[in-house]
């Protein structure tokens, strides 16, 4: 059965006897989510919406160092990657208006991303949580290379303890370099988070792309750990590559058959 096909069999399936009790629909959005506290899965957006006025700050961080690369004495003689070097990511959203956010982002391989986010569903009155999200890239620091990118990202709680993320979207101008052939990808996000304690969860999430530019390259697959503590965030993943803006998600892994550990932190301000 496909990922698609599985979600809309999840979708569309009628209750069973004795329906898990649902989690209640956060109507003051300056309350946690204890389902969906954090915008992003690993990299993968959510439907987690802002308030209006309010910021959110992230901080993300992908060791360069491979799992893989060596024995085990060499990688603990690197602190497991710890001691080389990282792909950095700054990221500033802020609520334009209920249901509205707008943010940038920034990695410290100098590509600059501003993207924008609608809510316009809501599980409790309908079916699902769904989001439109807008975004365009560039390298050095947003002077060429130009990637957007626009897409759907739907959610759907499983109870008060899991939640299905699908995130199809279409991302331009990511066959850099290459005469002919495809320039954009079709991406299909997948992605769950499953609440292990009221404070932890297990995260998992894919990018594989359905038509389109793929450079023969694996899809970028990521799992973490996530522990939620006050107004912050913080998650543990290993990837199979360091991209976190949506046109390095859309190209895959590039070239490296590793896995590499990072983190997130984040920070609402509210």
Do not use: C
Not at 59 to 64: I, Q, W
Not at 122 to 143: M, V, W, Y
Request: glycine content about 12%; aromatic content about 8%.
């Amino acid at each position: 059965m496909t990922p698609l096909v599985l979600w809309l069999v999840l979708l569309g399936a009628p209750a069973a006897e004795g329906p898990a009790p649902q989690a209640p629909l956060v109507e003051d959005e300056l309350e946690a989510d204890p389902v969906e506290p954090d915008f992003v899965v690993v990299n993968l957006p959510t439907t987690a919406r802002l308030p209006k006025g309010k910021l959110a700050f992230r901080v993300t961080h992908r060791f360069a160092r491979g799992l893989g690369a060596g024995d085990f004495s060499d990688l603990a003689s690197d602190f497991f990657g710890l001691d080389g070097g990282a792909q950095i990511g700054l990221e500033l959203r802020f609520g334009l208006t209920r249901g509205t956010q707008l943010g940038i982002y920034r990695t410290s391989d100098r590509s600059l991303e501003f993207f924008l986010s609608r809510s316009l569903l809501r599980q409790g009155t309908a079916p699902l949580s769904l989001q439109l999200d807008l975004a365009i890239e560039g390298l050095d620091n947003f002077s060429e290379e130009y990637s957007p990118r626009i897409g759907l990202t739907s959610s759907r709680r499983l109870g008060t303890r899991a939640a299905l993320y699908l995130a199809p979207a279409f991302v331009g101008n990511t066959n850099l370099g290459a005469a002919g052939g495809d320039d954009g990808s079709l991406v299909m996000g997948l992605g769950g988070r499953l609440r292990v304690t009221d404070k932890t969860s297990l995260l998992v999430e894919a990018h594989p792309r359905l038509f389109g530019y793929d450079g023969g390259r694996d899809a970028l697959v990521a799992v973490g750990i996530e522990r939620v503590v006050g107004g912050h965030a913080f998650q543990l993943s290993v990837s199979n590559e360091l991209g976190t803006t949506p046109a390095q998600i859309a190209r895959g892994r590039q070239g490296r058959d590793d896995w590499f550990l990072g983190f997130n932190i984040s920070r609402k301000f509210y």
